[in-house]
T-cell receptor
Framework: AQSVTQLGSHVSVSEGALVLLRCNYSSSVPPYLFWYVQYPNQGLQLLLK??????LVKGINGFEAEFKKSETSFHLTKPSAHMSDAAEYFC??????????????FGSGTQLTVLP | DTGVSQDPRHKITKRGQNVTFRCDPISEHNRLYWYRQTLGQGPEFLTY????????KSRLLSDRFSAERPKGSFSTLEIQRTEQGDSAMYLC????????????FGPGTRLTVT
């Protein structure tokens, strides 16, 4: 079974400050990991993905994440927050074993607020 | 390239009524997934199709729920005898099974059962 834990349901940062959203996973097989962003009343948009290539993954809108197997973590960062980054962020894991449905298992989300 | 579309975007219904939602995936995507998202939570997997075959259903999908993808293109999700606990956002996603693990999501259908 797989699971994702996102520490901090709400994170507030000042505009221009570092954004750090935490994600830890549990998986019995090597996982693929994703970060999605959701704006109010909208679907989820893919920010970035880890698929066992480079452990440091760059995504859209200046976000990046680092896969750390020893820490079972996949934290999302952005050097300088912008007002438009305010949204809910979800970390997700998928089972890549043969025959898997490859459904995504999501964390409970982190609401990011950017203060002027 | 149009994205995943869902219809309706919002649905308000009275308890006990039946509702049906539609999802149109990205063209040529052979896998289609349904998720349910309640307030303050991440999406939870309900079921998925490869082409027209429904291959897996979550235990969250009670007997009142049924999903179809008759021609391997659009899909419908029907909820019979709705309950207040069915109030949620229903999300559809699609991808190509052979070479994609990320999924592309539609805007969702928000269901409110009164």
């Amino acid at each position: 079974a797989q699971s994702v834990t996102q520490l901090g349901s709400h994170v507030s940062v000042s505009e221009g400050a570092l954004v750090l959203l935490r994600c830890n996973y549990s998986s019995s097989v090597p996982p693929y990991l994703f970060w999605y962003v959701q704006y109010p009343n909208q679907g989820l948009q893919l920010l970035l993905k880890y698929t066992s290539a480079a452990t440091l993954v760059k995504g859209i809108n200046g976000f990046e994440a680092e896969f750390k197997k020893s820490e079972t973590s996949f934290h999302l960062t952005k050097p300088s927050a912008h007002m438009s980054d305010a949204a809910e962020y979800f970390c997700a894991v998928t089972d890549i074993s043969s025959g898997s449905a490859r459904q995504l298992t999501f964390g409970s989300g982190t609401q990011l607020t950017v203060l002027p | 390239d149009t994205g995943v579309s869902q219809d309706p975007r919002h649905k308000i219904t009275k308890r006990g009524q039946n509702v049906t939602f539609r999802c149109d995936p990205i063209s040529e995507h052979n896998r289609l997934y349904w998720y349910r998202q309640t307030l303050g939570q991440g999406p939870e997997f309900l079921t998925y199709f490869q082409n027209e075959a429904q291959l897996e259903k979550s235990r969250l999908l009670s007997d009142r729920f049924s999903a179809e993808r008759p021609k391997g293109s659009f899909s419908t999700l029907e909820i019979q005898r709705t309950e207040q606990g069915d109030s949620a956002m229903y999300l559809c996603a699609s991808n190509i099974a052979e070479w994609s693990y990320e999924q592309y999501f539609g805007p969702g259908t928000r269901l409110t059962v009164t």
